[in-house]
């Protein structure tokens, strides 16, 4: 069973602050990573993908991956109180099936 | 729009009855998949297709069953043998092809036993 961790927090930063969400996964061979925002009660929200190592921005967001450490982040810039949900980190499988392993999830509190 | 609709939002099972839950999409995906999510976990996959009249057990396929006739439909029966159905269950889709494709989500239903 391939493994993906998050800390499940919840995580608490002051509106207009850098959120930091961290994610790490055990398959080596994993190759594609994606960032799902869920609001409560709400289905999950593609928020980011990033398939190499490094930074990839979008807007206030940046995820930063390290195949070598096994290791995904998502930062969330000025982040603001609409920004409060779960955070869900996903890696590829890479037997051919297409199929994502889900963490269960960080939940971020913006404080106004 | 285009998009992935699931029917009905909530759903309320007997005990010893059979479910289905309704997945459609119209975003012409080849692949789509089945989750359930219990509070304070992950997602984990029941069953998923790649292709038409084509479909593989996920992690926890016990209790569930799938049918896949259409590109457009995939729909999930609850079986009677699942004992604890009480869950928001969740589609997706996607193009299919290479695992680097992000899946969408359908809106989800709600099961609960009465």
């Given amino acids: 069973q391939k493994e993906v961790e998050q800390n499940s927090g ?101 404080i106004p | 729009d285009g998009g992935i609709t699931q029917s009905p939002k909530y759903l309320f099972r007997k005990e010893g009855q059979n479910v289905t839950l309704s997945c459609e999409q119209n975003l012409n995906h080849d692949a789509m998949y089945w989750y359930r999510q219990d509070p304070g976990q992950g997602l984990r996959l029941i069953y998923y297709s790649q292709i038409v009249n084509d479909f593989q057990k996920g992690d926890i396929a016990e209790g569930y069953s799938v049918s896949r006739e259409k590109k457009e439909s995939f729909p999930l029966t609850v079986t009677s043998a699942q004992k604890n159905p009480t ?6 889709s996607n193009i299919g092809g290479l695992g680097n494709q992000p899946q969408h989500f359908g809106d989800g239903t709600r099961l609960s036993i009465l």
């Fill in chain 1, 10 to 110: 919840p995580l608490s930063v002051p509106e207009g602050a850098i959120a930091s969400l961290n994610c790490t996964y055990s398959d080596r061979g994993s190759q594609s990573f994606f960032w799902y925002r869920q609001y409560s009660g709400k289905s999950p929200e593609l928020i980011m993908f990033i398939y190499s190592n490094g930074d990839k921005e979008d807007g206030r967001f940046t995820a930063q991956l390290n195949k070598a450490s096994q290791y995904v982040s998502l930062l969330i810039r000025d982040s603001q109180p609409s920004d409060s949900a779960t955070y869900l980190c996903a890696v590829a499988d890479q037997t051919g099936a297409n199929n994502l392993f889900f963490g269960t999830g960080t939940r971020l509190t913006v």
């Fill in chain 2, 87 to 92: 869950a928001f269950y969740l589609c997706a």
